[in-house]
């Protein structure tokens, strides 16, 4: 039936004038259902074919119902669960549940009662599945807002046009070489990509000044963490983003800023962007210098490994350049 959320069901029972009492209760519903003698059979169809819904008797010969269920969720996560038992006593709700099952239903029942318990895991699918949607649209709107502001200020300063979204690129790099899961990946290229947003307040010759700095210039420049951390705090983002652009200047030793943060106190995905930002920036050409080139930038992360840098985050990022070939 179009527009249905569970179209394709499979009935487990190793009892066959159940499972096709079952089968026929479906098929009243408009359900296309097909049958599986065990638990055995059953995995070997959920192989062969997709299905939205498994319903099964627990106790059969050889794989229970509840070992069924674990067994196919771990394979199947998308798949819905419910346990048919003619021996509610022996089998306690936590059980059933702990099993991934979504529901279960005690024997004999009801073609309503079955429909009843199909008709609540479709309201709930068709919630999960337009809570997915919203996210998506708004993981979209998030992800144009940081383009916008990366935009905005590569407009002002040329000479470091493309180093947001190189030094996102590498931090996502290490990220995954290091194992991290994907929302902190996500975390760190959105981060990446504005890191320096802050220098938007920053007159543009400065930004663009063909020599050293003064200290006072250097002063407005150290403030773009803060200012950064400022605008991105406005946007309710579901990962720390605007804390990791606030940190992404601190040191392991405690000597960066602004908060002269040590060790453990700076977020790990602000370390990773910290030594990203590093080896993109030495390697690059500067308004005040040339390109310093990648043996350069490598030699300082390594020397300072453990002092300004963190350790595990420098070694992701030499295996990146060494072992992995990796270029910017």
């Known amino acids: 039936m179009e527009g249905r959320i569970i179209e394709r069901i499979l009935v487990v029972d190793d009892e066959e004038g159940q499972r096709t009492v079952v089968s026929q209760f479906l098929h009243k519903m408009g359900y296309s259902c097909d049958m599986a003698s065990d638990a055995f059979d059953a995995l070997r169809a959920l192989d062969r074919n997709p299905f939205d819904l498994v ?30 038992t003619g021996h509610a006593a022996q089998y306690s709700y936590n059980d059933i549940i ?33 809570l997915r949607t919203a996210n998506a649209a708004l993981h979209a709107t998030l992800d144009d807002t940081i383009d916008a502001l990366a935009s905005s200020l590569e407009m002002r300063d040329p000479y470091t046009a493309g180093h947001q979204q ?65 605008i991105l705090s406005k946007v309710r983002f579901q990962s720390p983003i605007a804390k990791i652009v606030l940190q992404h200047h601190e040191r392991i030793n405690g000597t960066g800023y602004p908060e002269g943060l040590r060790g453990p106190d700076i977020l790990l995905e602000a370390r990773i962007i910290a030594v990203a930002d590093v080896v993109e920036a030495i390697s690059s050409h500067r308004p005040y210098r040339p390109a310093l080139g990648i ?34």
């Open 55 to 84: 319903i099964s008797d627990i106790r059969m010969h050889g794989k229970d119902g509840l070992d069924l269920a674990r067994e196919a969720l771990g394979k199947y996560p998308e798949l819905c669960f419910i346990t048919m």
């Open 166 to 230: 190189r030094v996102a690129a590498l931090a996502c790099a290490m990220a995954e070489e290091m194992g991290l899961p994907d929302p902190v990946i996500d975390a760190i290229r959105m981060a990446g990509r504005v890191h320096d947003i802050g220098k938007i307040s920053v007159p543009s010759e400065i930004l663009s000044k063909p020599s050293r700095l003064k200290e006072n210039e250097m002063s407005l420049i150290k403030e773009h963490a803060r200012v950064g951390f400022e």
């Open 295 to 328: 043996d350069t930038a490598l030699h300082e992360i390594t020397k300072n490994k453990g002092a300004l840098y963190d350790s595990e985050v420098v070694d992701a990022c030499l295996r990146l350049f060494n072992a992995k070939d990796y270029k910017l």
């Open 98 to 130: 702990d099993a991934g099952a979504s529901d279960f239903i005690t024997k004999p029942f009801s073609v309503g009662e079955l429909k009843a318990k199909i008709d609540r895991i479709e309201r709930e699918k068709q919630a999960l599945r337009e």
